[in-house]
């Protein structure tokens, strides 16, 4: 039996072997992470606007940056939902509480979306995505979640195709209330539970995944309003 | 005098993790992944992949330093040394395959705490040299991924009408009333198709709890 003094020693060794490695792995790693991951966003806002012309599977990282820097336009928009000129969204303070980025998605001059941030819990993690509108600022021209620690196979189909196309084409507006609807999620099959006008307003659900499903509802709501002052105007023609 | 890689004696590790002694089977352990990541094909194979990685070299690691290693403080040693080597490979995954740790997210972190990787450091890499602790755990960690992609193909195939995310139930036996069966999303139904998985195994490998 080894004494308590070698005892010490031997875990004091080992602390410090594993943690300076494991620092100088994340030290030079960092770099190459976060140009990961910044292409990571960009992909998905690209994604969330549905592309006309879809990013080749081939594309470089520097393509997708390129392609990006022709078609999006960042602007930050205020609470009031006015946009703040000649602010970019990197340049939001994190004092700036009121100040949120804005996504405009053009081809030939012509605005085909606009797209903005979400994020919420789910049932392990917070759900980062985006959320894409068309022109008329009523229709949904897609979504996506790109961040999330949700269970594979279950909360986690929220980042599946299937999912996702749920949202196409459905409306954030009810033309026949005259009032705001943001999309929910309901349990099961939309056509099997609403058959009027607000079949539009909700997609299906994922089974096993109640929590993570109510999640994005309420994130959604949450958003949906936020940047609803921006979009009456576009709805109302201002 | 080195033996040879392959010599009987190596091969009857590797079998025993792959068959005898098979860890999910045998020694009933790692069970809350085998329910966990199973419900499709992909999913399980990455994270048999990453297990059977970070057994091998964890086992390698435990067995080069086992004569140091006091053993007032074996297990959190072992601890240490897990972690580190899942956490280094999650960090090279987010730098260079970031699409794969996207994938992968929850499972890199819950590998730290599969009993199959610390198991096989406390019976086995303490008391052998590093050749045969890399061996066992690559044997323990392929024994691992057969029952773990055995599950996942079932799952998926019958859960979701799915394999590795492509339709292969034909939209005409939907339209006679085929429908997926719920059971195999969730985690019950891993659990009673691991159950007879264990009987099957145990019954042509001919283990007995009773002696």
Not at chain 1, 38 to 48: H, P, R
Not at chain 1, 60 to 87: M, S
Request: glycine share 8%; proline share 4%.
């Amino acid at each position: 039996m080894k004494g308590n003094r070698y005892t010490f020693l031997f875990a004091v060794i080992v602390c410090v072997v594993c943690g300076v490695l494991l620092s100088a792995v994340a030290e030079g790693l960092r770099h190459r992470q976060e140009v990961n991951a910044a292409l990571d966003v960009k992909k998905n806002i690209l994604k969330a606007v549905k592309l006309i012309e879809p990013i080749p599977p081939e594309a470089t990282p520097r393509d997708i940056l390129e392609i990006y820097q022709v078609k999006i336009d960042e602007k930050v928009i205020d609470a009031e939902g006015n946009i703040i000129e000649g602010k970019k969204p990197e340049e939001i303070k994190e004092t700036e509480k009121n100040q949120y980025p804005l996504y405009i998605y053009h081809e030939r001059e012509q605005i085909v979306a606009y797209a903005f941030p979400i994020a919420g819990q789910g049932l392990w993690s917070t759900l980062y995505g985006y959320f894409a509108l068309e022109p008329d600022a009523i229709t949904v021209r897609g979504i996506t979640f790109y961040k999330h620690g949700e269970t594979p196979g279950l909360g986690g189909e929220i980042e599946k195709e299937w999912f996702q196309k749920n949202f196409e084409g459905k409306t954030i507006w009810s033309k026949k209330e005259k009032k705001l609807t943001p999309i929910a999620v309901v349990k099961g099959h939309v056509e099997d539970i609403y058959q009027d006008e607000r079949a539009d307003f909700h997609v299906d659900g994922i089974t096993a995944a109640t929590i993570t499903s109510s999640g994005v509802t309420a994130l959604l709501d949450r958003w949906t309003r936020i940047y609803d002052p921006f979009f009456s105007r576009i709805r109302q023609g201002r | 005098m080195a033996e040879a890689l392959l010599s009987k004696k190596n091969k009857k590790i590797i079998k025993d993790g792959l068959w005898e002694a098979n860890p999910i089977t045998f020694q009933v352990l790692g069970i809350c992944s085998a329910l966990a990541v199973t419900t499709q094909v992909k999913t399980a194979l990455v994270m048999a992949i990453g297990l059977t990685t970070v057994t091998a070299m964890s086992n390698v690691i435990i067995s080069l330093i086992r004569n140091f290693i006091p053993s007032k403080i074996r297990i959190i040693v072992q601890l240490t040394v897990v972690s580190t080597v899942v956490i280094l490979i999650d960090q090279i995954l987010k730098a260079y395959f970031f699409d794969v740790s996207k994938q992968l997210s929850v499972f890199v972190g819950l590998i730290i705490t599969n009993c199959i990787v610390m198991g096989r450091l406390e019976a086995f890499a303490m008391s052998n040299p590093p050749r045969k602790a890399f061996l066992d755990g690559l044997g323990n960690g392929l024994g691992y991924s057969c029952v773990l992609i055995t599950l996942g193909i079932i799952r998926e195939l019958f859960g979701s009408g799915t394999l590795w995310g492509y339709h292969v139930i034909p939209h005409s036996f939907y339209e006679a009333g085929y429908v997926n069966n719920g059971l195999m999303v969730l985690a019950p139904g891993a659990f009673f198709l691991l159950g007879c998985i264990i009987w099957i195994q145990r019954s042509i490998s001919g283990y007995s709890e009773v002696k």
